[in-house]
């Protein structure tokens, strides 16, 4: 059974600092695609970040460019999302999601990822 665990949630001020982690059990890690999504208080879930198993392709949603940094550590079965300069409407539930099938240009959608943790509530407060 897959299962993937996120935390590094938390409460940030504006222009601070978290990083999140979810680690992935159940199935070898690299046979996933990562994604992180979120969804904000009462907005749908949108994608954030997505990463290719190796690592070595990374794609942003756009209101999160150049502020968040996607990544993998293979040996530790573990993705992260570093974000930094934090702002009020980064306020969400971030989730990470694990795809099994080929990494392609609808890695942003939902519906490609196959299993998903249960979610850490980032809240920033101006």
């Known amino acids: 059974q897959v299962q993937l665990v996120e935390s590094g949630g938390g409460l940030v001020q504006v222009g601070g600092s978290l990083r999140l982690s979810c680690t992935v059990s159940g199935r070898t890690f690299t046979s996933f695609a990562m994604g992180w999504f979120r969804r904000a208080p009462g907005k749908e879930r949108e994608f954030v970040a997505t990463i290719t198993r190796s690592g070595g392709s990374k794609y942003y949603a756009d209101s999160v460019k150049g502020r968040f940094t996607i990544s993998r550590d293979n040996a530790k079965n573990t993705v992260y999302l570093q974000m930094n300069s934090l702002k009020p409407e980064d306020t969400a539930v971030y989730y990470c999601?694990?795809?099994?099938?080929?990494?392609?240009?609808?890695?942003?959608?939902?519906?490609?990822?196959?299993?998903w943790g249960q979610g850490t509530q980032v809240t920033v407060s101006s």
């Open positions: 999601a694990a795809d099994s099938g080929l990494f392609d240009s609808s890695n942003w959608k939902e519906s490609k990822y196959d299993y």
